[in-house]
């Protein structure tokens, strides 16, 4: 609910008594994650509290020392670590529990303190991904879920997000994505995507599914697969891509066969006007490519929508112009200018961090909240 403001928030607190009490935490959310755990410990001195997602992921012993409240914290993947985490935490009482430093080392990915420092295990990433369940979707109602997702646009609603898979091969050097999922690319079943969408179909009424990992499109085959299997269900569901995919990943065979099983709406990582950024960042595109994989999807009725980032170290006044210039020469439907930011697990976050750049952070201030 965007309107459950921090006074909701306490008030929900204290009239419950939680043994445990999770956050996930992007960077975005760190100012007000701390302000909520401060809320939590007013009302509750022994809940054990926790934090996952990508900001602990990227910045692990940061998090534990911004967050004072924290009891522990969870790097990368966390459905094998968190299992384990839950398992222990139910064997043994709460205040003996958070002091077991035998029985913590043993849980994967877990961050946590002990004997004065900041300890962090190694995450272990889920090879079966078809192994999970799926999610606890009758908890989170996509009929519940706002009506923009991504702060953009849908065509149908209900909408609901899925994700095919994890892992990353690219070494962009901005983006912090591989602190949490890792390298190595692991993928659903095309089978086991499609049983959860028709789920989504049948309980829920759900009319479009936003794919929401980048890197589906890498894999020809899966598409291939998805695409033809979809169209033979001859169920009217749109789909689309908004969080962005590669670009050099697209065909006119492969755009086809997307629009006609109801792909209609793509996100793309341009980001850059400047060959030099490009290179400069490894992001491994050429500006040539853009233009003519561009000219391809021009050919298709799906809208597009391109992501453009400014400001990355090294970047000059003319590299920005040029990336505003390719913005506007581009047949896209929609541009996203981005500004760059130090996202901890990111390579230009460890760049900095060794150039004494960052020294004078301030998560308080990160982010201009409303």
């Known amino acids: 609910n965007s309107r459950f403001t921090f006074k909701d928030f306490e008030e929900y607190i204290k009239e419950r008594d939680f043994d445990l009490v999770c956050f996930q935490v992007f960077t975005y959310d760190i100012n007000s994650v701390k302000q909520h755990i401060a809320i939590v410990r007013k009302y509750n001195k022994d809940a054990v509290i926790v934090a996952g997602g990508a900001h602990p992921s990227g910045d692990p012993a ?158 020809k085959d899966m598409l291939i697969e998805f695409c033809t299997k979809l169209a033979k269900n001859k169920r009217k569901i749109s789909w689309s891509f908004p969080s962005g995919i590669r670009i050099e990943t697209l065909s006119k065979e492969i755009l086809r066969l997307m629009e006609d099983t109801g792909c209609y709406s793509m996100a793309i990582g341009i980001e850059f006007g400047s060959q030099r950024i490009h290179d400069l960042t490894k992001k491994r595109l050429s500006i040539e490519l853009i233009k003519d994989r561009m000219a391809l999807l021009s050919e298709s009725k799906i809208k597009t929508t391109g992501f453009f980032l400014m400001g990355i170290p090294g970047e000059t006044r003319q590299d920005m112009l040029s990336t505003i210039d390719l913005a506007m020469k581009l047949n896209i439907d929609r541009a996203q200018f981005n500004n760059f930011m130090p996202l901890p697990g990111s390579q230009l976050w460890d760049q900095l961090l060794e150039e004494n750049k960052l020294s004078g952070l301030d998560w308080d201030n990160f982010f201009v909240h409303d």
């Open 62 to 219: 940061g998090t534990m020392e911004y967050l004072k409240g924290l009891d522990f914290a969870f790097k990368g993947e966390s459905e094998i670590g968190f299992e384990k985490f839950l398992n222990e935490l139910e064997r043994q009482r709460v205040k003996n529990f958070k002091s077991n430093v035998d029985v913590l080392r043993g849980i994967p990915g877990l961050i946590y303190r002990a004997e004065g420092s900041i300890n962090m295990n190694p995450p272990v990433f889920i090879e079966k991904l078809d192994e999970l369940e799926f999610p606890a979707w009758d908890l989170m109602d996509p009929r519940t879920y706002p009506e923009s997702p991504h702060g953009a646009f849908a065509k149908n609603f209900p909408t609901a997000p899925i994700i095919i898979t994890r892992g990353c091969p690219h070494q962009c050097t901005f983006c912090a994505g591989k602190s949490i999922t890792g390298n190595k690319i692991r993928k659903r079943s095309i089978d086991n995507v499609l049983s959860e969408i028709y789920f989504l179909s049948d309980k829920f009424g759900v009319k479009e599914i936003l794919i929401e990992d980048e890197n589906f499109t890498l894999h």
